[in-house]
């Protein structure tokens, strides 16, 4: 195919535009992701051939689809981040930036469902020391609970006590690792 359109204002101020906004990235993640994103206008154009468009329509239509420049560069700066540092094993950061990813993009879901449930479980166990009757794995023959509550039923026990805390850590660590399991996998795929 012939790829006179990498030349055009349209194609040339698009990628001008992704380029700036990727500057805070370091210079080799910044070329693997405008080789990519070139590679996929490249293969999108070639998909668009049979159709009955000039190649400038064409171009257009698959940037447009592509989206504004500057929120691809916000979901591939959000991902970088995070891949950097899964790789620095800081929570706090892979948390954060994988909430970025998912609300930028939806990407990492389950994960992040996965570190909200563990940081609930770290945040029970932290507060079943404080509130020992309020918080703990509730149980009676027709229900059970596990949490906070305000009002104790009677007939509902804390079957745990306070082997609450320690099975709450180790289920949120168990949470947390699960989910960042997900995102490696998910980015190890993806880089093959």
Same mark, same amino acid.
């Given at each position: 195919?012939n790829t006179d359109y990498q030349n ?14 990727? %500057?805070?990235?370091? %210079? =080799? ?5 405008? %080789? =990519? ?18 190649? =400038? =329509? ?9 989206? %504004? ?62 509130? @020992?009757?309020?918080?703990? !794995? ?6 059970f609970f596990i949490g906070y509550t ?13 082997? !609450?805390? @320690? ?26």
């Open positions: 195919m055009s204002k349209q194609y040339l101020g698009y990628m001008h535009e992704l380029k700036h906004n990727l %500057n805070i990235l370091d %210079n =080799e993640t910044k070329d693997d992701i405008l %080789n =990519e994103l070139a590679s996929h206008i490249y293969e999108s154009m070639c998909m668009l051939q049979d159709k009955k468009l000039s190649e =400038e =329509e064409r171009l257009g239509k698959v940037l447009s689809q592509l989206g %504004n420049p500057t929120k691809i560069a916000q979901l591939y700066i959000s991902e970088a981040r995070l891949k950097k540092n899964l790789i620095k094993g800081n929570p706090l950061k892979i948390i954060k930036y994988a909430t970025l990813c998912i609300v930028r993009t939806g990407k990492y879901l389950i994960s992040g469902i996965l570190y909200l449930f563990s940081i609930i479980f770290l945040i029970l166990s932290i507060l079943k020391i404080f509130m @020992p009757n309020s918080i703990g !794995f509730f149980y009676n023959y027709e229900q305000s009002e104790m039923d009677s007939s509902m026990n804390d079957i745990l006590g306070y082997w !609450f805390i @320690p099975i709450s850590l180790i289920f949120s660590s168990i949470l947390y690792l699960t989910g960042t399991i997900l995102i490696k996998r998910n980015i190890l795929k993806k880089q093959l």
